[in-house]
């Protein structure tokens, strides 16, 4: 059983930064790949990225690519999702997920958070 909680999400304007973090509970974080996922209003969750256990490989969507990062700490038992250049589109619940597998599907992940609301003005 993983337990997650989401962090860092706010209120900012476009072309601002922000990092979000999603801690895990227990002691096999680092065999769990651990995804990203948003949803904005009136629409389905959607895949943003994830990343293995070792941390060694990433997947990032075509619409946050180049302005998303993800990293994880495996001594933290944390994941983080970085966003730059930040677009009012981009507001969103944003979701952190534990899985066995790095997928854009959101039944390749067991485990979810509760969420992190990031609004961003224009």
């Known amino acids: 059983q993983v337990q997650l909680a989401e962090s860092g999400g706010g209120l900012l304007q476009a072309g601002g930064s922000l990092r979000l973090s999603c801690a895990a509970s227990?002691?096999?974080?680092?065999?769990?790949?651990m995804g990203w996922f948003r949803q904005a209003p009136g629409k389905e969750r959607e895949f943003v990225g994830a990343?293995?256990?070792?941390?060694?490989?990433?997947s990032i969507a075509d619409s946050v690519k180049g302005r998303f990062t993800i990293s994880r700490d495996n001594v933290k038992n944390t994941v983080y999702l970085q966003k730059n250049s930040l677009k009012p589109e981009d507001t969103a619940v944003y979701y952190c997920?534990?899985?066995?597998?790095?997928?854009?599907?959101?039944?390749?992940?067991?485990?979810w958070g509760q969420g992190t609301q990031v609004t961003v003005s224009s």
């Open positions: 990343i293995s256990g070792s941390g060694g490989r990433t």
């Open positions: 997920a534990a899985g066995t597998r790095i997928t854009p599907s959101l039944n390749g992940y067991d485990y």
């Open positions: 227990g002691r096999t974080f680092s065999r769990y790949v």
